[in-house]
């Protein structure tokens, strides 16, 4: 695997540990580390302390334990504006009274470059949000949209290695919200920026991202690329968190050759994957994806799993069919199906037979 996927060691987070008040730790122990050109998420519920963490690194707070490494360095005691970061948050912050170009040009000043190198900068960063013919106008004259472009030209402007983000897109409106994601995407690859963003939005981080980290309650719960944080969740909490998910309480009667047996609490076994259950008689949450349920057993190899189920709602969504089925006492059990011309629509009452390949059921902590 390249230097990218695996991480590398441009930004480390080495046992870092953050209190407000001396007692509660919002960040617990985190460690952390974030290759060059890398974009990495920090995802999770409000108040898991992904900004603690951004304002850590960009050095408005300071970590109350461990260190932090920039390029090799620590960077603990190197004040905000030395350490070369580019950041954009949600409230654009753009000066009111200078016009675009000048609000671009204000950090090349700051850092002593001559007038024409500027022009050729601020423009340069201006084109690249397609922004180019704006440099005139001050920042109320522009779209909530056009404003987030331009704060994010002035984070790029200086050429940053290092560029951090928090909640950029919270407040634009889906449509401009998604072609943002990419957008911003596109441009951190293209000049090869590493990019540290923080969403509690999964699809945000999905779409956006090399690798996510999945906070919860200042501890990351998992690190992985999208692909296998969505496939293979290591517990309840990021199988929950992630995408939508289905689940049943059983209780693991074995395990063997990596197979767990477990009892439902209506008395079906289930085979699955064991991810963090190891021994019998514990208690489990089972995991499948509304997308691994099929409806047609022949799609199926041989030794999966079907169950009866009954329907309780079945909604025409265009590309898919979205089935809510009662299965094993589970009132919300979802089943997504392509809209293909051999879809059978189901009617509520019905029962119906559902089945899953084995790997894709995960017993995960109850
Ligand atoms: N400046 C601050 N002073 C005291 N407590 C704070 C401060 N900033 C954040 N917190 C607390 O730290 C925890 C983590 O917050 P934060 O890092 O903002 O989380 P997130 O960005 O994931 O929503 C929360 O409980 C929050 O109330
Ligand atoms: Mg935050």
Redesign the pocket.
Known sequence: MSEKATGGDFVVFDHVQKS??GE?L??KDLNLSIGKGEFLT?L????????????MLAGF?TATHGDILLDGSPINNISPHKRGIGMVFQNYALFPHMTIAENLSFPLEVRKMGKSDREAKVKRALDMVQMGSFGGRRPAQLSGGQQQRVALARALVFEPDLVLM?EPLGALDKQLREHMQFEIKHIADDLGITVVY?T?DQTEALTMSDRVAV?ED?RIQQLAPPDELYEKPCNSFVAQFIGENNTLQGEVKEITNGLAVVKLDDGSLIDAMPVNVDKAGERTQLSIRPERVEFNMERLNPGAHTLQAEVLEFIYMGDIFRTRLRVAGNDSFIVKTRNAPDQVRLEPGQTVEIGWQAEDCRALDA
């Not at 999770?44 to 304002?55: A, E, I, N, R, V």
């Open positions: 407000y008040d509660t919002v960040v920090m999770g519920p409000s108040g898991s302390g992904k900004t603690t963490c951004l304002m707070e928090d923080v509690h906070f200042g």
